[in-house]
């Protein structure tokens, strides 16, 4: 009988030692056909969607923007492909033009050679 309250002293009689102001009630007053319960709970509900639908209007107003950035970020990464590809046509250019300047001026020196290798032969 350890769990019985009594009081031990004259003092004690003013307090409650009794459990049913402790004690708290799982149950609901209140049923699945309450009106009041069902109009809480789908307001709760509406709560909730009104959330999600402010959420996922943030989270497509951020998907606008990066998508935008990166658009903007594609754009200039094209033309720098486009100015890379250009310049590479350029010396492209400017090494055939070196080479065929130094071919002519081989074969200009060879002819140089062969016809010095003539004059030394007689």
Do not use: C, P
Request: zero cysteines.
């Amino acid at each position: 009988m350890d769990d019985k309250r009594t009081y031990k002293t004259h003092k004690e009689y003013g307090e409650d030692i009794s459990y049913e102001n402790e004690a708290k009630h799982k149950w609901n007053s209140r049923g699945d056909s309450d009106l009041t319960k069902q109009i809480e709970e789908l307001q709760s509900k509406l709560e909730d969607k009104d959330i999600r639908v402010v959420s996922l209007t943030n989270l497509e107003e951020i998907h606008r923007k990066t998508n935008g950035d990166l658009r903007v970020e594609l754009q200039k990464k094209d033309k720098e492909i486009h100015d890379l590809k250009k310049e590479m046509d350029m010396i492209r250019e400017t090494a055939q033009i070196d080479l065929l300047t130094k071919d002519k001026e081989i074969g200009r020196l060879m002819k140089k050679i062969n016809e010095s290798g003539e004059y030394g032969k007689k």
